[in-house]
């Protein structure tokens, strides 16, 4: 299966095995990013509570069978599992995300739970990884931001800030 891999830490960008895809609506490309950040099938009412939440009930529901149609016609059916309550990335889908790569590898930092992270390889290295694809460099302040902004961010307002509003 063609892998899918979704940028999200700098400008948005998707690919297809390497092949840029343009999503053209920000709420589509919302969409994408929530449910893939998800990575668990997510309710229809959820998503539209979260996407739409200045449309009455009806309308909302209404732009929430578009937009994975949508998404589903430019990504491929094969990477969709949909049905009339949830939305989700199909399981055997092939799909990196480098926010969640992001967050396990801070993850990883995190359950070591020692005080001096630089004097562990396993954590320096995670961490360096961590911030490369954050772009943010290796310094000893960057690393301590991008831990403190793994920290502050589970998905949900992570997506808001970055990809909706
Ligand atoms: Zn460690």
């Given at each position: 299966?063609?892998?899918?891999?979704?940028?999200?830490?700098?400008?948005?960008?998707?690919?297809?095995?390497?092949e840029?895809?343009?999503i053209?609506?920000?709420?589509?490309?919302?969409?994408?990013a929530?449910?893939?950040l998800?990575?668990?099938?997510?309710?229809?009412?959820?998503?539209?509570?979260?996407?739409w939440?200045?449309?009455?009930?009806?309308?909302?529901?209404?732009?929430?069978?578009?937009?994975?149609?949508?998404?589903?016609?430019?990504?491929?059916?094969?990477?969709?599992?949909?049905?009339?309550?949830?939305?989700?990335?199909?399981?055997?889908?092939?799909?990196?995300?480098?926010?969640?790569?992001?967050?396990d590898?801070?993850?990883?930092?995190r359950?070591?739970?020692h005080?001096?992270?630089?004097?562990?390889?396993?954590?320096?290295?995670?961490?360096?990884?961590?911030?490369?694809?954050?772009?943010?460099?290796?310094?000893?302040?960057?690393?301590?931001?991008?831990?403190?902004?793994?920290?502050?961010?589970t998905h949900?307002?992570?997506?808001?800030?970055?990809?909706?509003?």
């Amino acid at each position: 299966m063609a892998e899918l891999r979704i940028h999200l830490l700098g400008p948005p960008r998707v690919e297809i095995d390497g092949e840029p895809v343009h999503i053209g609506r920000r709420k589509a490309l919302g969409l994408l990013a929530y449910v893939a950040l998800a990575q668990a099938p997510c309710r229809r009412e959820a998503l539209a509570a979260l996407l739409w939440p200045e449309s009455d009930e009806s309308s909302a529901r209404a732009d929430l069978r578009r937009t994975p149609t949508q998404l589903r016609s430019v990504l491929g059916a094969q990477h969709w599992a949909i049905d009339r309550e949830t939305v989700a990335l199909a399981p055997e889908a092939e799909v990196w995300v480098d926010a969640a790569a992001f967050r396990d590898l801070v993850r990883q930092w995190r359950e070591h739970s020692h005080a001096d992270a630089e004097a562990c390889p396993t954590c320096l290295e995670a961490l360096e990884e961590a911030a490369d694809l954050r772009g943010a460099g290796c310094s000893h302040g960057q690393r301590r931001l991008l831990v403190w902004e793994a920290r502050c961010a589970t998905h949900l307002p992570w997506v808001r800030r970055t990809s909706i509003v």
